[in-house]
């Protein structure tokens, strides 16, 4: 194993994955081309792709955790969480609570519906705590994640979509709540559209039990790299819902307690 995390060609394999977003033309699983990756090989690959975008002009507004609830965690084999950046280019705002997501920059996507995070004050790991998480919390928002991976038919193992940014593809937000955060985030319940018909359901709890619980893990993860989540920091705290698959011009609808719905097209 040593041998293999020297001969690792972080920076080659990096731009391997930019190349494939670009060109939406996906890549083998790298653990299949390259043998198994430790988590921390994965990471570092991230880390370089993150570098390579900044540098060419990205801007981080947040972090998204992907792999928290029971559901996702079966539908793609996985047993434990993953962090990804969210890009600036790939957020789309919603107008009247809609929102047009192009499919042309996507690949093989996916939506999700999730509960989002606006943190107000520094959270740094180790150590932080669920009740942590909701002190330090702004407000917290319906919002709307579109999985995407660059890896050939969704083939993927942890190291390979750890590598691919946590298979993030593109994000919308509903308005921001403070009302929202004094309430059980565990009890809330989302229902999925698709086309008018129902199509998926879940509860706050899915995401490892609370979605705070998943930004805290989220905090003491990140602190392994050194890394704080800042104030202004938007955190996807996970799906509470299995992904539903999204073709161009189909439309979502998603809904959470007391908030108005999201209506997500795909244009």
Same mark, same amino acid.
């Given at each position: 194993?040593?041998?293999?995390?020297?001969?690792?060609?972080?920076?080659?394999?990096?731009?391997?994955?930019?190349? #494939?977003?670009?060109? $939406?033309?996906? =890549? *083998?699983?790298?653990?299949?081309?390259?043998?198994? &990756?430790?988590? @921390?090989? /994965?990471?570092?690959?991230?880390?370089?792709?993150?570098?390579?975008?900044?540098?060419?002009?990205?801007?981080?507004?947040?972090?998204?955790?992907?792999?928290?609830?029971?559901?996702?965690?079966?539908?793609?084999?996985?047993?434990?969480?993953?962090?990804?950046?969210?890009?600036?280019?790939?957020?789309?705002? #919603?107008?009247?609570? $809609?929102?047009? =997501? *192009?499919?042309?920059?996507?690949?093989?996507?996916? &939506?999700?519906? @999730?509960? /989002?995070?606006?943190?107000?004050?520094?959270?740094?790991?180790?150590?932080?705590?669920?009740?942590?998480?909701?002190?330090?919390?702004?407000?917290?928002?319906l919002s709307v994640e579109v999985v995407d991976s660059r890896i050939e038919a969704w083939r993927i193992k942890l190291a390979d979509t750890i590598a691919d940014d946590a298979s993030f593809g593109a994000f919308t937000v509903g308005p921001?709540?403070?009302?929202?955060?004094?309430?059980? &985030?565990?009890?809330?319940?989302?229902?999925?559209?698709?086309?008018?018909?129902?199509?998926?359901?879940?509860?706050?709890?899915?995401?490892?039990?609370?979605?705070?619980?998943?930004?805290?893990?989220?905090?003491?993860?990140?602190?392994?790299?050194?890394?704080?989540?800042?104030?202004?920091?938007?955190?996807?705290?996970?799906?509470?819902?299995?992904?539903?698959?999204?073709?161009?011009?189909?439309?979502?609808?998603?809904?959470?307690?007391?908030?108005?719905?999201l209506t997500v097209r795909f244009v």
């Amino acid at each position: 194993m040593a041998d293999h995390v020297v001969t690792l060609d972080v920076d080659s394999l990096a731009k391997q994955l930019e190349a #494939a977003l670009v060109t $939406r033309q996906p =890549i *083998p699983p790298l653990t299949e081309t390259l043998g198994p &990756l430790t988590p @921390e090989q /994965a990471y570092a690959i991230q880390t370089r792709w993150t570098e390579l975008r900044v540098a060419a002009g990205e801007r981080i507004v947040g972090r998204k955790i992907g792999l928290t609830s029971r559901a996702m965690q079966e539908q793609l084999g996985v047993r434990e969480p993953d962090y990804g950046s969210l890009w600036g280019s790939r957020y789309f705002p #919603a107008s009247g609570h $809609r929102v047009e =997501i *192009p499919s042309d920059l996507l690949i093989q996507p996916r &939506l999700e519906g @999730e509960i /989002a995070f606006l943190i107000g004050r520094r959270l740094q790991g180790p150590g932080v705590t669920l009740q942590h998480v909701l002190a330090a919390t702004e407000a917290v928002a319906l919002s709307v994640e579109v999985v995407d991976s660059r890896i050939e038919a969704w083939r993927i193992k942890l190291a390979d979509t750890i590598a691919d940014d946590a298979s993030f593809g593109a994000f919308t937000v509903g308005p921001w709540s403070r009302t929202l955060l004094q309430e059980d &985030l565990r009890t809330l319940g989302m229902i999925i559209q698709k086309n008018g018909v129902p199509a998926t359901e879940g509860i706050g709890a899915a995401a490892l039990g609370h979605p705070a619980r998943c930004v805290a893990w989220l905090a003491n993860k990140l602190a392994e790299f050194g890394v704080a989540l800042e104030p202004g920091d938007i955190v996807l705290s996970g799906s509470l819902a299995r992904a539903l698959p999204a073709e161009p011009g189909d439309t979502f609808v998603v809904e959470l307690h007391s908030q108005p719905p999201l209506t997500v097209r795909f244009v």
